[in-house]
């Protein structure tokens, strides 16, 4: 189990418990369960790579307490 912050750099803050087998797509499940706002409006990124839905969290390299950038499309 690791835990996900992502910052949407607009005063919220939101810290996620997932798998590392799990995929960006139910990340941001997870997130929008959260936030309120839908899943398929979310885009995550880092630095300027943007997440693909079917990927991973382990192929991304996404590891316990890394930090997200969370932008709504």
């Known amino acids: 189990m690791i835990e996900v912050i ?3 750099r607009l005063g ?3 810290r996620v ?3 590392s087998e799990d ?3 139910d990340l941001k499940k997870l997130i929008a369960a959260q936030t309120g706002t839908r899943h398929d409006k979310i ?3 880092k ?3 943007i997440f693909k839905d079917h990927v991973s969290l ?3 390299e996404i590891h316990d307490g890394m930090n997200l950038e969370l932008y709504y499309q």
């Open 6 to 8: 992502c910052n949407d």
């Open 12 to 14: 919220k803050k939101v």
């Open 17 to 19: 418990k997932c798998n």
């Open 23 to 25: 995929t960006i797509g």
């Open 43 to 45: 885009v995550l990124k």
């Open 47 to 49: 630095w300027y790579t």
């Open 58 to 60: 382990g192929d991304y």
